[in-house]
Every structure is written in C-alpha cells, then in structure tokens.
C-alpha cells in the first residue's frame, strides 16, 4: 500500500472513531402538556387532568384544588397524553391556575418546563321548588273580573317572584361574607319608640 492508502485509510480511520466515539447529540422532546376536563366545575366536583412529560413529573398544583394530583401513567395510551389524575376543585369560587412541572434532565432539554391550564369554580345555579297556590275546596267565584294585560301593582308579589329567594340573600356556594340579618319581631311585642325620652 502506497502512501495515499495509508493517509486515507488513517482519515477514514480517525472519522469512523469520530463518529462512533463522540458524545451522543442531544435529543428534542416536545415540551410539556395539560389539559383539564371539565374547565368548569361546582365546587367539591372532580375534575380530571391528562399530561405529557418526557422526564420526570411533578404532581399538579393550584390554589383551586383541595390537595395535589398525582400524576399516573395510562396504559395504551400511546405518546399523546400519556399519564393522568383526579383532584377535586376546592370551595372557594373563581379563575384558577393549576401546573405541573417535567424535567427531561441533560438529554432531553427541551422537554424540561412547566405546563399550566386554567379552569374555573362556580356556583351552581340556586335551585328552586314549585310552590303549589293554596288549594281550595270553592270553586273560583264568578263574580271575579277577568285578567287584564295591566301589570301586577308593585304591593302584590308576582307568583315568579315569590318562589325565588333574591340572590343578594342566597349563598348556594357557602361564599364568604355575612349572611343579612333580619329583625324579627315576636308577635304582640310592643313598640319602644327607638328609646328616646321626651
């Protein structure tokens, strides 16, 4: 073998031991991934959380959660949202944000990060019985003047109105704040004057 031979068998040599010996490139990942169903829950509602996290996964965290969801990986469920959670929304109302954090180490920046979703706690709207109008053994008398199209005087209350407590009293939610206090007066009890002498 000539000289040629040997300096290119030396380079070919020397790349192949390159190529095989040198560092593996890092590899890319796509960063991490939440979801939420429902966004909107009463509370003390479950809702369910589903992630991907090419690392190591924290457990879900938000201010709008009883306790942290752990994270649990699905079987078959191929690489699209791989793990998933219960919590359950605490009793507080309003827009919270709830995340977790994955970290894919040194081979696998890319997919280090926290991943967030937004969801929401409501109230239920306040439910309401039918109210039956008293029953009577009479027949409706006669002698009453058909309805007209004017409207109800303010003094009488519409039968709509009379079911449905107004919604500055009701608290479907438990939310903060003091209750309304009422008054009450016990019957036959006698008028003090607001306690001025004179």
Request: glycine letters at 12%; a positive charge; aromatic letters at 4%.
């Amino acid at each position: 073998m000539g000289m040629k031979g040997i300096v290119a068998s030396a380079g070919l040599l020397a790349m192949t031991a390159g190529v095989l010996l040198a560092p593996q490139a890092s590899a890319t990942a796509p960063p991490p991934k939440l979801s939420v169903s429902p966004a909107k829950v009463a509370p003390g509602q479950a809702l369910d959380f589903t992630a991907s996290c090419h690392g190591t996964r924290s457990a879900v965290t938000s201010p709008g959660l009883t306790g942290p969801v752990t994270l649990q990986a699905r079987a078959g469920s191929g690489d699209q949202m791989p793990y998933a959670g219960q919590g359950k929304a605490a009793g507080k109302t309003g827009k919270f944000k709830a995340s977790f954090r994955c970290d894919g180490g040194p081979n696998l920046p890319a997919a280090s990060g926290t991943a967030t979703v937004e969801f929401e706690i409501v109230c239920p709207p306040p439910t309401t019985t039918p109210t039956k109008p008293p029953s009577s053994s009479k027949p409706p008398s006669s002698s009453q003047p058909p309805s007209s199209s004017e409207p109800p005087s303010s003094s009488v209350p519409s039968s709509s109105s009379a079911r449905v407590a107004p919604a500055a009293l009701t608290k479907p939610c438990g939310t903060p704040g003091k209750t309304p206090q009422v008054k009450v007066k016990p019957s036959g009890a006698p008028q003090t004057g607001g306690g001025a002498f004179g």
